[in-house]
């Protein structure tokens, strides 16, 4: 997971102790991946394991709080510079819940699948329109690098919901499609049923 | 809603549209400024040639108040304000004397007079003599002034001097020299002293001197030019009492209102067939660049329709959809009209010196017509307006959302459209038909019912293309994709069609009648003479036939030139009729020289219609002393005797003085053929029964005689005798002008079929850009452009050629029927009617000219498939 | 419920009842719309969401009495479009109706102003006033600068803004907009969304024609259209379930 990194590039741009490095992580992603505080701390300390972050020496250690003031090492700069040239890896995908459960609700027997993705589709569009309130309220154009960070990653949840939303349709298009044809292959005695032409005919005209 | 304001949202649409689309727009803007430039040149041309009554009076009256003429036995005149405007109606006994100087100068308040004479007389040329102008008047008096103008030399000054016009100099006289007068009793040896142009003729020989230079008979009539006061209407009718005419310069140029005319010239003489005539011409015109702009107008609003479309989207009605479109065609024919009126009134200014001096006479000074150019210029707006109608009229009825959507093409063809095309065909037949069976005058009803005819096919169109797209699978693809185009897009492709269809179907039509025209003229011309005899005749009764003959056969020396002797018709003439008093011929004529030829043997020479078994007959009847009477063909007569009335007449007074019955023994003989030659053919003993005695009448001249030695033989004759003439019978001649009108009509037709043929061509491409594009893109060479453009061409053309002569046909068929049928010529049965189609020129209009068309356009297409992207 | 509803009916800018379109005719008849009830509401945006031929398009033409159903009706503020005749259905889209579509929204022989000006020309308004609304409207969407452009001298976004500026002016309460980003990059596009937005939240009633979820989420509600029929709207528990619609067929 990329926390590691996360913590890594945020440190790069100056000293930092746990608790103001998890505000501005959240500050920068919009609050979407919560953090706990016990998670950046256990991160911070495999990070000083591997040389890459360090107390930072030139104060005295900690400040008046005694928190711990951690700066990136040289090392950890090599670290953040790789991590921002690299692309993400696609080669394991993700763990999709929601595609096990449709894979598994069209062979398991009793199920309908035509509800199961129109409740989900719903459900995204719902999230959808919440992403979208949210940008709803701040400016299309942020002056503030900070608020362009939190907008970007807004998109990315949006273009990630449509995309769910997109691939539910053309679900529900195949699935449709081949409930569509199965009675006409089953019963091939029978004058070939329109069903499957009249969805074909069914277009709109010459809209490109 | 403000009518004014409504129209401001159109107008505006409209001009930024024209000057979007500059290409488009010209070519409207070509095509209805184009004939509006025609006419309005044409018209300037006419009112500038025509000279006005007022514009003419300085070069009738000089500067003189006016002219009054008055002639012996005239005792009462009824004019018009300008009596030169017509028919001056005159009443006298004929023997009262004509006015004197002093009367008609007391009616004037004792203004001055100036004497003029005015006639003609014959001056001798290298070749002969001819006919000059002359005048005789004291030149050196200012009243005179405009009458000529001096543009070299002097004015007479002393009797005997005279001046001459350019024509005269050119006829081989020169300033300087004398003038060599032919008339006798002329003075000898007159001076040219200057040389002095007609301010009326131009190229007529023209010479003018003091009273008495020029010999001029007058005899019974004078002319005076008036000084003084100015001349008013009561003066003239005052005049008029007396038998005076009188032209007054006041009253010419401030005429007196039409009540206060003599009834007797009030009449009105037009019997409005011409204005039936020019408002036909009108009509046709009218169709003609409708049908031609329309097609711009149809893609135009193709163009447009997106916009017409998001107009109604945005709460735009049908009705301001329409105004769109019909405010382009105010825009651009507003425009057109103009430009064609201001180009037209230059081009004729600029032309006038080379008209001038294409034309006999004086033009009168520029001017320019401005209601009559109003009404031109309205014409251009009109066919603008009207070529715009039914693409305004599809545009407010598109399909909205179809547009939204980007579907393109025409609603399908209606069915009532081409029924109504139909009725309107079958109308202009019945209407063709109707004016073929009328006696008289079916001509117009003829050409009225062409537009009936005309307008159907049109309406018919669509189902043409229809069918011709249904039936076009096995084509290839440029034709295929031509005519299957034509089809989807009917708003362009159906006026630029019927352009070409009015077009041929006019040339066919006109040519169908011009070549039966000729076809019966050609079918019942009568020789005058035997074919290559030339009969010299003359019209003189003292004339001295020995030196006709010397002179034509000096002219001619290979020819044989006899004498031919009749019963002379100066004092008397002679009635022949059958043995029981039958009336022999339906008619006859002196075309040998003599109603009634005498001959004793041999049959005088030029004869025709005597058939080959009637000639040993006739002639032996005729050495016997007797007489051949010749009968109408189709009849005959039998019997031994035929009856001979001679009438004789008093030639000063003209009354008959006796008449004179003889029966001579007779042969009668049946013509073969209708002729305008003699009655009948006496010999000198029965000629002596009748108391008359044969003279000469007219020369026979046998051999060959080319045209040029006719012409040398007929100026030479001029100068022996006046009224003499050889004439050489040469059949049946094409009339020149029939070929050139018809040379003409072609050009016309293919300059207009091109012309519809191009722009819908060109229109169509531009319209189908996209397609080609995609054509382009699945890899159809440059040259497939050329192709489409081409098969564009030959579908527009060749489908507007058939169509137009198929319809062409039916005037023209009916045409034939008041055109060329008689009753009967001279006595002959009932000719015609004939018919005759060029064949020639229909295949040419048909055929060649769309394939020209398609070449032309072939070649001068770009190749270049254009790139742009599929945007409509 | 009930009561709700009925309030709804009675304050819906646009309402559809029970419409049914049919085009064509005989074995060709395709069914657009079959039995769909719709509403929009004043500073409602509402999406209507379906893949191509879904009868999405259909939907706004009979919005917009472009285009009239074969059975049912269609009301925009309370008047019952067939009852108006197409003069009357004319007048209503230069008063009440405002369309935005996908492209060539403007009439490339008119300034940006009297595009806008349009809608208020053709009712009979004089030019000046009509003008002046337009660039009201202009300011409104943000680009009263480019008044007297001429829409080739104008991007694809900007464009789209006077659409949207000529589809409000003169007070008109119902907003139509067919795909108005479909020719749009993704971010001009979303201002495009953020003005037809802030529109409806001003008091207008908006429909938001377009097959992406990414757009269709500005909206208040979402309506799902399959084969001319809702099959699904968020925010309500009415589903039917989609493969019965199409196999009942």
Not at chain 2, 473 to 500: E, F, I, K, Q
Request: proline content about 6%.
């Amino acid at each position: 997971m990329s926390v590691r990194q996360a913590l890594l590039a945020l440190l790069e741009q100056g000293p930092m102790y746990g608790y103001q490095l998890r505000a501005e992580f959240e500050r920068r992603t919009g609050s979407t991946w919560p953090l706990n505080v016990g998670q950046v701390y256990t991160t911070l300390t495999r990070l000083e394991r591997d040389g890459l972050v360090a107390p930072v020496t030139g104060e005295p250690g900690a400040d008046a709080d005694g928190h711990v003031v951690y700066g990136v090492t040289d090392a950890g700069r090599e670290e953040v510079a790789a991590w921002f040239t690299t692309p993400v890896e696609r080669t394991q995908p993700p763990r999709d819940e929601l595609a096990i459960k449709l894979a598994l609700a069209v062979t398991v027997p009793g199920v309908d699948v035509g509800t199961v993705i129109q409740q989900q589709r719903s459900a995204t569009m719902a999230a959808l329109q919440d992403y979208t309130r949210l940008k709803r309220g701040r400016p299309s154009s942020p002056d503030d690098p900070a608020d362009m960070a939190w907008s970007l990653v807004l998109d990315s949840l949006v273009f990630a919901a449509e995309a769910e939303v997109r691939w539910l349709d053309h679900c529900e298009a195949r699935l449709r499609r081949a409930q569509l044809e199965r009675p006409a292959r089953d019963s091939a005695a029978q004058p070939p049923a329109a069903p499957g032409v009249e969805a074909q005919t069914d277009r709109e005209g010459a809209r490109r | 809603m403000i009518p004014l304001h409504a129209w401001r949202l159109p107008l505006r649409l409209a001009r930024r549209d024209a000057l979007r689309h500059r290409a488009r727009s010209i070519l409207v803007l070509v095509m209805i400024a184009l004939p509006v430039l025609a006419v309005t040149a044409a018209d300037v041309a006419i009112h500038t040639q025509r000279v006005s009554g007022a514009e003419s009076v300085d070069r009738r009256i000089g500067t003189a108040e006016a002219l009054v003429s008055v002639s012996d036995g005239v005792t009462d005149v009824k004019q018009k304000p300008d009596p030169d405007d017509c028919c001056p109606v005159t009443d006298g006994d004929g023997t009262t004397p004509a006015p004197t100087a002093e009367q008609v100068s007391s009616l004037l308040d004792g203004a001055t007079l100036l004497e003029v004479r005015r006639g003609e007389t014959e001056l001798r040329t290298a070749k002969g003599q001819t006919p000059v102008e002359a005048t005789e008047v004291d030149l050196s008096d200012a009243l005179t002034d405009g009458l000529f103008d001096l543009t070299s030399g002097r004015w007479p000054a002393a009797p005997g001097e005279v001046v001459v016009n350019q024509s005269v100099l050119d006829l081989g006289y020169r300033v300087g020299g004398t003038l060599d007068l032919t008339a006798e009793g002329a003075p000898a040896d007159p001076t040219i002293v200057g040389v002095a142009e007609s301010t009326t003729n131009r190229t007529f020989p023209s010479v003018a001197g003091p009273p008495g230079a020029l010999a001029l008979d007058t005899t019974g009539t004078w002319e005076w030019l008036v000084d003084g006061g100015p001349v008013s209407w009561h003066t003239v009718r005052q005049l008029n009492a007396i038998g005076a005419t009188v032209a007054s310069r006041a009253v010419i140029t401030d005429p007196p209102p039409r009540s206060q005319w003599p009834e007797e010239v009030q009449v009105e003489t037009d019997d409005g067939s011409t204005l039936a005539i020019l408002a036909l011409i009108g009509v046709m015109a009218l169709i003609e660049v409708v049908l031609l702009a329309g097609p711009a107008f149809a893609v135009s609003a193709r163009r447009q329709q997106r916009s017409l479309a998001l107009m109604a989207a945005t709460g735009g009605t049908p009705r301001q959809s329409r105004r769109v479109i019909v405010a382009s065609a105010i825009v651009l024919g507003g425009v057109a009209a103009l430009v064609g009126v201001g180009l037209g009134i230059g081009a004729s200014r600029v032309l006038q010196p080379l008209l001038q001096a294409r034309s006999d006479t004086w033009f009168g000074p520029f001017e320019v017509p401005w209601l009559q150019l109003a009404g031109v210029a309205a014409f251009g707006l009109l066919s603008a307006f009207l070529a715009a109608i039914v693409p305004a009229y599809l545009a407010s009825r598109q399909d909205v959302v179809a547009v939204l959507a980007g579907r393109r093409g025409d609603r399908p063809a209606s069915l009532r459209s081409p029924l109504l095309g139909l009725v309107l065909l079958g109308a202009g037949i019945a209407g063709s038909a109707a004016g073929a069976s009328q006696s008289s005058g079916g001509e117009l009803a003829i050409a009225v019912s062409a537009i009936p005819a005309v307008l159907g096919m049109i309406l018919l169109v669509p189902l043409v293309l229809a069918g011709l797209a249904r039936v076009s699978g096995r084509l290839p693809l440029v034709l295929r994709y031509a005519v299957r185009d034509a089809d989807r897009h009917r708003a362009r492709t159906v006026p630029a069609v019927s352009a070409v269809a009015a077009t041929v179907a006019g040339v066919v039509a006109l040519g169908i009648g011009l070549s039966s025209d000729d076809a019966e003229n050609q079918a019942t011309y009568l020789p005058s003479v035997a074919p290559g005899v030339g009969i010299v005749s003359a019209y003189e009764p003292d004339v001295s036939w020995a030196a006709l003959a010397s002179v034509v056969q000096r002219e001619l020396p290979h020819a044989t030139v006899t004498e031919q002797r009749g019963l002379p018709d100066g004092d008397g003439y002679a009635e022949v009729f059958g043995p029981s008093g039958e009336t022999l011929l339906q008619s006859s004529g002196g075309s040998l020289g003599a109603n009634i030829m005498a001959a004793d043997g041999d049959l005088p020479i030029g004869l025709l219609g005597v058939a080959a078994r009637d000639v040993p007959r006739a002639e032996a009847m005729l050495a016997g002393g007797g007489m051949v009477a010749f009968v109408s063909p189709g009849t005959s007569v039998s019997g031994d005797t035929a009856t001979v009335v001679q009438h004789s007449f008093d030639p000063e007074s003209g009354e008959e003085t006796g008449s004179h019955r003889v029966s001579v023994p007779a042969a009668f003989v049946t013509l073969t053929d209708p002729w305008a030659g003699p009655a009948a053919l006496v010999s000198t003993a029965a000629a002596r029964d009748l108391g008359v005695r044969p003279q000469v009448v007219s020369l026979a001249v046998t051999g060959h005689v080319s045209e040029q030695q006719e012409d040398d033989v007929n100026q030479a004759l001029a100068a022996a005798s006046s009224d003499t003439g050889l004439y050489v019978e040469r059949g049946f001649r094409a009339d020149d002008a029939t070929v050139i009108a018809q040379l003409v009509l072609i050009a016309l037709g293919a300059v207009l079929m091109l012309g519809g043929t191009l722009t819908a061509t060109f229109l169509a491409l531009s319209d189908a850009r996209p397609d080609l594009a995609t054509l382009s893109a699945v890899g159809a060479s440059p040259r497939t452009r050329r192709g489409v453009a081409a098969a564009y061409a030959v579908v527009v053309g060749g489908v507007g050629a058939a169509l137009g002569a198929a319809v062409g046909f039916i005037p023209g068929i009916a045409v034939t029927w008041p055109l060329t049928s008689t009753n009967g010529l001279d006595g002959g049965p009932p000719t015609g009617p004939f018919l005759d189609v060029p064949w020639l020129m229909v295949l040419g209009l048909v055929v060649v000219l769309p394939a020209v068309t398609a070449v032309v356009v072939g070649l001068f297409a770009r190749s270049r498939l254009p790139l742009v992207a599929r945007l409509d | 419920m009930t009561t709700a509803m009925t309030t709804a009916m009675t304050t819906a800018v646009l309402r559809l009842d029970s419409v049914t379109r049919v085009h064509g005719e005989g074995e060709t008849a395709v069914q657009a719309l079959r039995g769909v009830s719709f509403a929009a509401h004043s500073g409602e945006l509402v999406a209507v969401m379906g893949p191509s031929g879904s009868g999405k398009s259909t939907l706004l033409t009979l919005a917009g009495g472009l285009d009239s159903p074969t059975a049912g009706t269609v009301s925009v503020e309370g008047t019952d479009l067939a009852s108006l005749g197409a003069v009357g259905r004319a007048r209503m889209r230069r008063t009440s109706i405002g369309y935005v579509f996908q492209d060539f929204n403007l009439i490339p022989a008119l300034t940006a102003a009297e595009n806008v000006a349009l809608p208020r020309e053709l009712d009979g308004e004089s030019t000046r006033a009509a003008r002046r609304l337009a660039r009201a409207a202009l300011e409104e969407v943000g680009i009263g600068d480019l008044a007297d452009r001429f829409p080739d001298a104008m991007s694809g976004g900007q464009q789209q803004r006077v659409a949207i500026a000529r589809a409000v002016v003169g007070e008109r309460r119902l907003i139509l907009a067919d795909e108005p980003t479909g020719a749009l990059d993704t971010e001009t596009g979303e201002e495009i969304l953020r003005l037809l937005r802030s529109r409806c939240d001003a008091g207008a009633a908006g429909v938001l024609v377009t097959h992406e979820a990414r757009h269709a989420a500005w909206a208040d509600r979402v309506v799902f259209l399959r084969d001319g029929v809702v099959v699904d709207e968020t925010g309500t528990d009415q589903v039917d379930s989609l493969i019965d619609a199409g196999a009942t067929r």
